[in-house]
């Protein structure tokens, strides 16, 4: 079936930088966009970055533009999300989703499924 | 930026219908889907497109669109359907927008 395995969380200071790994099972990895949203503790859901099946474009609200990058390798079934000057409220648990559509160049549907999430916290 | 609007909280007995909304301008004419969150649990996708259902999630579970507002309605509600319940829209400003959110309270 299909799995979404996050990993890279962990304490980072004001100003660090984390990189974030999600690690993809049971589909053809390569044929789906991908998406990173974040949940910061006792709020809702935000939108943190997509980028396309073949990396070919990629899109980031606005609070993360300019900081966090996201990335794909095809060959290791393996999504990423580079985090760099991190800040307070960029602590939240961090989970990866797998949009619904192969090969898809057009917009970002659903997220189907989740990973379990990995949870960054920004403290110093 | 466009924005979605939810209810913070919905109360109903068990047995009974829950109506969720999700108010959006022209809303209609977007594709809504609709997440379900337990506490401590990755959210889980319980409609999408306005009103399809997911394989594994009871019929029990229907959505609705139109004008301003989006429905998430759960009939003959059950203890277990108590949860935090998301919208989601894709919105050619913002991407991907969620709402904030309804926590579905079983009485």
């Known amino acids: 079936q299909v799995q979404l395995v996050e990993s890279g969380g962990g304490v980072v200071q004001p100003g660090g930088s984390l990189r974030l790994s999600c690690a993809a099972s049971g589909f053809t990895f390569s044929s789906y966009g991908m998406h990173w949203v974040r949940q910061a503790p006792g709020k809702g859901l935000e939108w943190v970055a997509f980028i396309r099946y073949d990396g070919s474009n990629k899109y980031y609200a606005d609070s993360v533009k300019g900081r966090f990058t996201i990335s794909r390798d095809n060959s290791k079934n393996t999504l990423y999300l580079q985090m760099n000057s991190l800040r307070a409220e960029d602590t939240a648990v961090y989970y990866c989703a797998k949009d619904p559509e192969s090969q898809w160049l057009g917009p970002p549907g659903w997220f189907d499924p989740w990973g379990q999430g990995t949870l960054v916290t920004v403290s110093s | 930026s466009y924005v979605l609007t939810q209810p913070p909280s919905v109360s109903v007995a068990p047995g009974q219908t829950a109506r969720i909304t999700c108010g959006g301008n022209n809303i209609g004419s977007k594709s809504v889907h609709w997440y379900q969150q337990k506490p401590g649990q990755a959210p889980v996708l319980v409609v999408y497109d306005d009103s399809d259902r997911p394989s594994g999630i009871p019929e029990r579970f229907s959505g609705s669109n139109s004008g301003n507002t989006a429905t998430l309605t759960i009939s003959r509600v059950e203890a277990g359907d108590e949860a935090d319940y998301y919208c989601?829209?894709?919105?050619?400003?913002?991407?991907?927008?969620f709402g904030g959110g309804t926590k579905l309270t079983v009485l």
């Open positions: 989601q829209v894709w919105d050619s400003s913002s991407v991907v927008v």
